[in-house]
């Protein structure tokens, strides 16, 4: 199962587009890159997901490599309600043993 | 709203004690997963159910057991509590066996053990 690497945390202004990159070197062909955003005493929530190239919701961007070894969670214009904890999460969805861990995730703090 | 639901909310008990947190999936839900969250640490899974049949197992204690019901509720059992299994406990269910579905969590369980 391929491990991340993720900053511990974060710092940004509001009104800010943020970046996170979170590093997996040994990214398996059939892994997904999947992030989560989780506010203090919740439960994470999923933002985002993908496999190659750029994708683009209503909340977010993720960029993806050609080689797949990182991948960069983009927070366009960012608010004080966006300081929360993102996680970075990387498999192929196979039910096997090897579970897609969580980890500490990145701390990110938006300042007014 | 996440459509999963999670009681008790809040559980404070003593050391040696056992007790069960409860969880229900979102409708149409067949995989249900528990994970655990001590104070400033990242989420450990611990178990995965789909359809009622445990599938995987994560960082989960012995003292720890959990099953899924016909219903597709799932209960997480905890007993001979140790001060060290005072954390939050959620629970997720994805419409999927695949744990790179979408997973959607419920708000927790807040377990303190004095």
């Known amino acids: 199962l391929a491990k991340t690497t993720q900053p511990i945390s974060m710092d940004s202004y509001e009104g800010q587009e943020v970046n996170i990159t979170c590093s997996h070197n040994n990214i398996a062909t059939n892994d997904y890159i999947t992030w989560y955003q989780q506010f203090p005493s919740q439960g994470p929530r999923f933002i985002i997901q993908?496999?190659?190239t750029k994708v683009t919701n209503e909340v977010a961007s993720l960029f993806i490599p050609a080689d797949r070894k990182s991948s960069t969670l983009s927070l366009p214009r960012v608010s004080l309600s966006d300081t929360a904890v993102y996680y970075c999460?990387?498999?192929?969805?196979?039910?096997?043993?090897?579970?897609?861990?969580f980890g500490t995730g990145t701390r990110l703090t938006i300042i007014p | 709203d996440s459509g999963v639901t999670q009681t008790p909310k809040h559980l404070i008990t003593a050391t040696g004690q056992r007790v069960t947190l409860r969880c229900s999936p979102r409708s149409g839900d067949l995989s249900v997963y528990w994970y655990q969250q001590s104070l400033d640490q990242g989420l450990q899974f611990l178990i995965q159910?789909?359809?009622?049949?445990?599938?995987a197992k994560g960082n989960i204690l012995e003292r720890f057991s959990a099953q899924q019901f016909p219903d597709l509720h799932s209960e997480l059992n905890l007993s001979s509590l140790e001060l060290g299994d005072s954390a939050l406990y959620f629970c997720?269910?994805?419409?999927?066996?695949?744990?790179?579905?979408?997973?959607?969590f419920g708000p927790g369980t807040r377990l303190t053990v004095t």
């Open positions: 997720a269910s994805s419409e999927s066996i695949a744990d790179d579905y979408e997973q959607y």
């Open positions: 993908g496999y190659k």
């Open positions: 999460l990387v498999g192929d969805g196979d039910f096997g043993n090897e579970k897609l861990t």
């Open positions: 159910y789909y359809n009622g049949e445990e599938r």
